[in-house]
Structures are given as C-alpha cells and as structure tokens.
C-alpha cells in the first residue's frame, strides 16, 4: 500500500561527486541481472549492469551515499549490514523491523512520507533504491528519468514492476501472482550493487527457512482471510496476488477477494459482510495519513459498525494484527506468514 506526496523541482547536476555513472534507459521487463567485470582500479565486478523495471542500470562501483526512499527497501539494506552506506531513508508506515533498531538510529530519515526530490538530491546521492515504481515517478519523489540524467542509478523492486500493471493509477493491478523469488531476486540484486552478494545469498536462505518453518504442517485450506492495510471508510482491502496472496497461498487458505487482481481495491463494507470472512488481518500502522490507520482504530470500528459488528470474525475476535510492511512485498512478508500461520494455529483452523 503506498503513499502519496507532490515532488519538489529537481536540483542541478553541481550536486553530484565527478564520475557519477549516466544511465540511459531501455526496453524490457526482465529483472535479469548481468555484470561486467572491472579492471584497474576498479572493485571487482564493477562497473554492474543489471535489467530493473524495464530499463538498464548500471553502477559504476558499490555506492557509499545511498538514499532509501521507501521502508522495505531500507530494511532490506539494514539486514544486510550497509547502514553505513546509507546517507538517508523516508516513507515509513511502521517501527523497522525488529533486530534492525541499532543499525537504523544512525540513519537520517528524511520524511515518514515521500520527501521532496530537493531533500534527497541534498543528502548528494550516488545511489537511490524504492519498493514501489509509484515512489520514483510523476506524483512520487520525482521520475527516474531526472534522477539518471543527473548521474545518480535508480533501483525499483521487481516485486512492483514483474507482473504487475502500474499504468492504471492507484497502486495498480497483478497480471501475475506475486512469488517471494522476486522478493529473494531484489535481496540478491541489491547485494550484488552493493559488492556484498554472500550477504544476499545468506539473508535469502534465512528468509527460506523460515518459510518452511512457519509452513510445516499446516492446513488452512478451512479458513477464508480478508486483509485490511487502511481507511475506515472506504477501505483498502487485499487483492488476490500482491504480498497477501502469497501468505494466503502459502498457508492453504482463501482470499475473501481473491476475485480481483487490484493491488490494493477500496471495496464496501457492506461486500465485507457478504462475504464474512472467518479471520480477519488487520494492518496495524503507525502513520496517519488515512482513517483508522492503527489496529486498535481498526478494531474499534468493527466492534461498533452496524454492518461490521455481525460478522463471525468480529463476533469472535479472530484478529491477526500485521505491520504495514507485512503486508508489502517486502522481506518482512515472511513476517505475516509466521503471523497469519499462528493465528490460524490459534483460531483451531490451521487443519
């Protein structure tokens, strides 16, 4: 689920450090990933070139000034131990994720949402990576296209861009079910960019076991979900094939709204009822751009709407509360998927 902010006129290319690589875009969707080796000086496997989103982008050497300016992608870069190479983040709906608190209080945070491209280009970026095409785009921080003309490489995760129609407006539509490989492919790519690949191929086999994990033994073929990230009254409710989809595949279950492939519909709450789901995830976030943004604020509506209050899953608090970012295609998604397992554990529908 994204958020919205006007970006600000960009800055003059005087910003920017000499040698600053220019990148020209191309054609294609594949986020195949292909490097040319270095030579003199240069650090090895340098300069990279990888296929992202449907352009080419090519790093000169492993950035030392970076700004993340979505949450999962930060996360991304704090798991994998570069908070030193980070010069600023922006656009957060939630704490970082647990175990990532130490390495992120030494990092700027430029805005909880988008921040104007002026205040990214003053922090002199060599290298700038989002979660969502939306963030590097007109209405977002500013588009890709301003920021490469000015020598600074772009990174968007494949997450948003494979699969995926972002053309629509909102926070677009699948054309193809969302796997975690591609949440595996950005922690690999983004390992490579910055000349730690072992430290991607080992977060990627953490995040593998503990899929496996949180997957062992359970049914929940029995159980029909609805997730809800925001907005009380005209909510943004989960689509069949975004991140909830693969915690709900993963798990055996049903998605009440697996009938549509929109990112993130706003749908009524009177099809909610219709539909009566038996448990309910419920995105817990500490932003407050929309109505009922906290899991408590969300409860509460529940338990006090006339057409809510009757469903069985409010009837009988079968809550499971998820970060913001759990419920993005993020790392953190693996997150959800031990959450959304336990409840169902709890709730006597795991099979």
């Given at each position: 689920m994204l958020s919205k902010a006007t970006p600000a006129p960009i800055r003059t290319a005087a910003l920017f450090a000499a040698g600053a690589v220019l990148l020209t875009a191309c054609g294609g969707g594949t986020t195949n990933s292909s490097a040319d080796g270095g030579g003199g000086d240069k650090a090895d496997g340098f300069p990279l070139t990888l296929k992202n989103c449907g352009r080419t982008v090519t790093v000169k050497a492993p950035p030392q000034r970076a700004v993340s300016v979505d949450q999962g992608s930060t996360e991304i870069l704090l798991s994998?131990?570069?908070?030193?190479?980070l010069a600023a983040t922006a656009t957060w709906s939630d704490p970082v994720m647990k175990g990532l608190e130490k390495a992120n209080q030494g990092v700027e945070r430029l805005s909880e949402n988008r921040p104007s491209s002026e205040k990214v280009l003053d922090k002199e970026p060599d290298f700038l990576s989002a979660s969502f095409a939306s963030t590097l785009?007109?209405?977002?921080v500013a588009p890709r296209e301003q920021f490469e003309k000015l020598g600074v490489p772009t990174y968007i995760s494949p997450a948003d861009c494979v699969g995926k129609d972002n053309s629509g407006g909102g926070d677009g539509a699948r054309t193809a079910p969302?796997?975690?490989?591609?949440v595996y492919t950005e922690v690999r790519e983004l390992s490579r960019v910055f000349g730690v690949p072992e430290r991607g191929d080992a977060l990627v086999k953490k995040l593998q076991a503990r899929?496996?994990?949180?997957?062992?033994?359970?049914?929940?073929?029995?159980?029909?979900?609805?997730y809800w990230f925001s907005d009380s009254k005209a909510p943004y409710l989960a689509g069949c094939c975004g991140a909830p989809g693969v915690i709900t595949r993963e798990l055996g279950a049903k998605n009440v709204f697996d009938d549509t492939h929109d990112e993130w519909p706003q749908i009524s709450w009177e099809t909610v009822a219709d539909r009566n789901p038996d448990v309910l995830v419920i995105g817990d976030l500490s932003r407050t751009m929309q109505t009922a943004e906290s899991a408590e604020k969300k409860i509460e509506f529940l338990e006090s709407n006339p057409v809510t209050r009757t469903m069985d899953a409010v009837k009988n608090r079968r809550y499971v509360l998820l970060s913001g970012q759990a419920m993005n295609p993020t790392?953190?998604?693996?997150?959800?998927?031990?959450?959304?397992?336990?409840?169902?554990?709890?709730?006597?529908?795991?099979?």
């Open positions: 994998l131990g570069l908070a030193d190479r785009a007109k209405g977002g969302l796997t975690m490989d591609s899929v496996t994990k949180a997957t062992d033994g359970i049914d929940g073929s029995k159980a029909s979900l609805l790392i953190r998604t693996v997150e959800g998927l031990e959450r959304v397992a336990a409840g169902l554990r709890d709730f006597g529908l795991a099979g």
